[in-house]
């Protein structure tokens, strides 16, 4: 896909960004969800499980797609290159989805913080000025509707089932809650893509987002923990992610020439 | 002490105008997540544009034997259906093949489930077909949101199914384990 004329080299660069920065997000959140299969609490739930880490790392490739378009890469490589061929801190991914999946209440909790933010966000971006964005925006909306009503479901019946269900959950909003505030944090060079219409500002959707998922926890029965988010950015990686990539590429390095 | 979770019958139409048809099973601790356990077993190939689920207590199964057998078709009361003299709409399905599956024939407005079969029965042209019975009250039924068709069934439109043996991987595997093997 042709860069638009009115890119200059920093908006492209910035926008390039944000979007390997998004299917970085999906893929190692897919990938963790993944790791559920062959070990959900009930069967019907190790298949929605399993499913939905499709949809992310399905979602993983619209992303990478957009980013190859506007680095000059071939779109129908450039995911298995980026996924398997990058070292682990070349990643741009969010902390929250490197993290270990934990027990099933940490992995649904953040799969619902993770699911809220993305349909407040996709909706957003469903109406940015870059057509082939909006486009993906608005096919991967439909789905994680669909992903949002899920783990709300699990939420309600954790948070409002048994005692040990609920202090759980409760355990897992207590890891889990200073690690949302960077779901919002800008990609560099982010204010000229809002100038241009391109993307919504993060901190507009921070607030909706904050109000919303606060107000839905306290609903489930949960308290929504005081402790100061972290300021992280996207450069920076915990040890989980390089313990993650190495198990990923373990396969693929055995014959990078193979055909699938 | 049993800690599965109650089990209901899944019924899928596949496209406008099409019969809902049974076509399976799932466990959930209620309706609601039911319908969405029934959505990730059964509809990501594209085939489904709604769904219903039921619990199974709340079904009358009959096969045609077993009616031929009581010709008054006064057997089983329903376990979880109260005795109610109001009519209410009962959902009729047979399966006509042996290898088939319930598939849905007629609604009937009775007092009971036993009453709606016997109607359904009588007044079915080709009963002597059907194998077998299904009966549903309405009410126990929970339906999927026709607003949600998008989210629920449509992103399925969009992925590549594949059957297993697309992948070569199947056949390589077959080839690999009828060459004897040289260590042996």
Redesign the interface.
Known sequence: MPTPQFFDAALTESLALFFLALGDDELLLGHRDSEWCGHAP????D??FA?LAL?EI?HATYWYELYAGLVNENPEQIADHLVFERPWKAWRNIQIVELPRGDWAFSVLRQYLFDSAEVIRLEALARSSYVPLAGVAG?IR?????HL??SR?WIQ?LGLGTQESQSRLQNALQSLWPYTNQMWQSVPGEDRLMEAGLLPGSQALQTIWLEQTSAFLRECALTIPSTPPLILNRTQHTTHLKTLIAEMHSVFKLDPQAQW | MDTQ?PRFQVFVQSKSGAPYMDVGS????DA??AL??A???FA?RPESISMWVVPVEAILWKTSQELRQDAEFTGDAHTIQPENTANQPYHIFCKFKQAGTHEFVTTVETASASAALRQAYQSLLHRQNALSWCIIPDQAVTKSDPN?V???Y??AL??TFRMSTDFRTVSAMRAIKSTPNENE
Do not use: F, Q
Request: charged letters at 40%; proline letters at 5%; aromatic letters at 4%.
């Open positions: 009930i069967l019907e739930e298949i929605a499913n949809d399905g096919k439909k789905e994680e509707l669909y009503r899920h479901a019946r | 979770w799932v466990h959930a601790p609601e997540l969405l356990n959505r990730d077993v990501r949600e998008d989210s629920l449509a992103p969009d992925k």
